[in-house]
T-cell receptor
Framework: EAQVTQNPRYLITVTGKKLTVTCSQN?????MSWYRQDPGLGLRQIYY???????DKGDVPEGYKVSRKEKRNFPLILESPSPNQTSLYFC???????????FGSGTRLTVV | AQSVTQPDIHITVSEGASLELRCNYS??????LFWYVQSPGQGLQLLLK??????LVQGIKGFEAEFKRSQSSFNLRKPSVHWSDAAEYFC???????????????FGRGTQLTVWP
């Protein structure tokens, strides 16, 4: 089954403790992206990647890092999480064109 | 700059009533337009999309949307709402990078739909 898999689904952590949210897709998509969803703000893009070793900032990249060492994986790294990063995070992959966006099920992160 | 605007934060309708959710975009050329739905605790599901051609597009779950270039709008409609339609709805626009078929997907802030029995 074609899918985007995010882990974990839920995470509670403390301020400053590094964490990684994983994202993996099995569709051989070149394009992957991370969004955060906050009430009243919709989904805002954090980072995206057009291909292996090619990443670029989205609209809200501060406090996040990403890497794209292989096509299927696109982890989101929070080196020093802060409470304002408490949010619902979605990973997406696509062919990069307007067609074929697939979203993961989301990761709800709480930073205390 | 905000590429897509959803003017209504929250809409309440009675079950069986008609529904229209508004979406406006700001972009010179005709963009690629989408509507997604997010049920409580769930991910995003694509309802429908518009790329070109017929300006009235049909989607899943009985939804349709009409692209109006003159109004820069892509409003979502349903003739008769069911209680299961209660969810958050997002309009999105795909914008190409200059000279490329590649680009990015931008979302509106969402409209929360409540359905009264």
């Amino acid at each position: 089954e074609a899918q985007v898999t995010q882990n974990p689904r839920y995470l509670i952590t403390v301020t400053g403790k590094k964490l990684t949210v994983t994202c993996s897709q099995n569709m051989n998509h070149e394009y992957m992206s991370w969004y955060r969803q906050d009430p009243g703000l919709g989904l805002r893009q954090i980072y995206y990647s057009m291909n292996v070793e090619v990443t670029d900032k989205g609209d809200v990249p501060e406090g996040y890092k990403v890497s794209r060492k292989e096509k299927r994986n696109f982890p989101l790294i929070l080196e020093s999480p802060s409470p304002n990063q408490t949010s619902l995070y979605f990973c997406a992959s696509s062919l990069g064109t307007a067609n074929g966006y697939t979203f993961g099920s989301g990761t709800r992160l709480t930073v205390v | 700059a905000q590429s897509v605007t959803q003017p209504d934060i929250h809409i309440t309708v009675s079950e069986g009533a008609s529904l229209e959710l508004r979406c406006n975009y700001s972009y010179g050329a005709t963009p690629y337009l989408f509507w997604y739905v997010q049920s409580p605790g769930q991910g995003l599901q694509l309802l429908l999309k518009y790329f070109s051609g017929d300006t009235l597009v049909q989607g899943i779950k009985g939804f349709e949307a009409e692209f109006k270039r003159s109004q820069s709008s892509f409003n979502l409609r349903k003739p008769s709402v069911h209680w299961s339609d209660a969810a958050e709805y997002f309009c999105a626009v795909f914008l190409n990078d200059r000279g490329s078929t590649l680009g990015r997907l931008y979302f509106g802030r969402g409209t929360q739909l409540t359905v009264w029995p």
